[in-house]
């Protein structure tokens, strides 16, 4: 394993916690319907788990409804199911082959729960990037302990790291301010 190898590995795992964090925010609900909210919903699908995707069509009806229509006709009440026991508080209504979920407005108290909700994940982000910072700043020690690279090298390696660092956790804050400036827009 050579500097170039940890570095790179770093900014993987560092983009890796970007993407999720990207994920996490898109499921928390905004007073706007969203289908990605939909997202992590899993329907029993012939004995087996099934992402909803995969068994219905989601798309968007107008700005407070979104509409999901199973590929087949008995899936209908076991996707309605689903979507009402998820820990979403979404209650889907069906007429005929399409199943209506509105989304509630938010009040400002559950606005500000979404906020601290956000930020939480945020934090969460946080901390999983400084400790990949942490893991590759031992792999570096390790490197020149093992006599793969000189201490400059590491050192630099280091300033390097850490700049990778700076510009993911200033991602990961501009996500939050994106998102609450959503979640706060009435």
Same mark, same amino acid.
């Given at each position: ?123 969460? $982000?946080?901390?999983? &990037? ?5 893991? =590759?700043?031992?792999?570096?020690? @390790?490197? *020149?302990? !093992? %006599? #793969? ?7 630099? $390696?280091?300033?390097? &790291? ?5 510009? =993911?956790?200033?991602?990961?804050? @501009?996500? *939050?301010? !994106? %998102? #609450? ?6």
């Amino acid at each position: 394993m050579s500097v170039a190898d940890v570095k790179k590995n770093t900014d993987q795992r560092m983009q890796k916690s970007l993407e999720t964090l990207r994920a996490d925010l898109a499921k928390v609900r905004t007073g706007r319907a969203h289908t990605g909210i939909l997202d992590h919903i899993m329907v029993e699908y012939y004995g087996s788990p099934t992402n909803l995707s995969q068994v219905a069509n989601v798309t968007l009806i107008d700005a407070r409804t979104i509409g999901v229509q199973p590929f087949e006709k008995k899936m209908i009440a076991v996707v309605e199911k689903a979507i009402r026991e998820s820990d979403l508080g979404l209650n889907p209504s069906t007429q005929g082959e399409m199943i209506r979920v509105p989304t509630p407005p938010l009040t400002e108290e559950r606005r500000k729960e979404m906020v601290k909700l956000v930020k939480g994940e945020a934090e969460d $982000a946080k901390i999983a &990037i400084r400790n990949i910072r942490r893991d =590759a700043n031992e792999g570096l020690k @390790k490197l *020149v302990k !093992d %006599k #793969e690279c000189s201490e400059d090298d590491e050192r630099r $390696a280091q300033d390097e &790291i850490q700049k990778l660092t700076d510009k =993911a956790v200033a991602e990961v804050d @501009k996500q *939050v301010v !994106d %998102k #609450e400036k959503e979640i706060m827009t009435v």
